[in-house]
């Protein structure tokens, strides 16, 4: 397994829904890896627990209005 290689399936593994063959091959890349992803890896769980413990925090109807129409043209966009 290479770098890009486990950050296409970071996600379904720290969710734990890999298969455990899949699981010790990402296990065994973090332990050997001369890259950033076990600094990667620590940093995204942290993100995680963080959002977790948070309070969800309710977002003005204009900015809502506003990020919507936003994403929509960057979809539009991209659909062209």
Not at 20 to 41: A, K, R, Y
């Amino acid at each position: 397994m290479d770098c890009r290689e486990l950050l296409a399936i970071l996600s379904d593994y720290l969710d734990e829904e890999l298969d455990p063959g899949i699981c010790d091959e990402v296990e065994e890349h973090l332990e050997v890896c001369q890259g950033s992803c076990v600094n990667f890896v620590k940093t995204f769980k942290m993100t995680i627990e963080i959002y977790r413990s948070s309070t969800p925090e309710d977002v003005p109807r204009g900015i809502h209005l506003c990020l919507h129409h936003l994403l929509w043209q960057k979809w539009r966009d991209a659909d062209l």
